[in-house]
């Protein structure tokens, strides 16, 4: 049995304590397996659109930044990171540079168009954070091929995720 832990958005300092204790009991776990593995760290609100923060703090939300991604890869645990595709080459640069240095480039918590959604695919995002919850845009217009949700029903280079407890999905 696996998990993965989700970090919220936060201080760096604080995340980059957390995922540090992420890595120190992954390696453990390696030497003396015992329960769960924890599989690794999904950096889902440091990079969300700010205006679809559902529970997070939208005070420590970041535009896509090289730099402040490149604290949190340098943690060997990040194996997802969640980015807004609706902030353009910003967007598309960092999606470019997770899927190359080996982490998965998600999306969640954003509102882009199919379009926008289509050309972050084409960069490498390969997963959907929460499809269908509040936080996600969507949009039944055609215009730019609808929303995310259409854009990622269509698409069969994304996987898409949904929490379906009742309270993230009705």
Known sequence: ???????????????????????????RW???????????????????????????NPD??????????????????????????EFGDLSL???????????????GHCKPTAAQLAQAADRGLKYIIHMYNGPTGSSTKSFDGGGMLEGALRDDRITAEMIGDLVHVH
């Open 1 to 27: 049995t696996g998990v993965f832990m989700a970090t919220l958005a936060s201080p760096l300092d604080e995340l980059e304590a957390y995922l540090a204790g992420m890595d120190m009991f992954r390696e």
């Open 30 to 56: 390696s030497r003396e397996p015992d329960g769960a593995e924890l599989c690794g760290a999904l950096i889902e609100g440091t990079f969300m659109n700010p205006e679809n923060h559902g529970a997070q």
């Open 60 to 85: 420590y939300m970041f535009a896509p930044s090289r730099e402040v991604l490149d604290r949190l890869l340098a943690h060997p645990c990040v194996r997802m990171v969640n980015v807004a595709p």
């Open 93 to 107: 640069e960092l999606i470019a540079w997770i899927a190359s240095c080996g982490a998965i480039p998600a999306a």
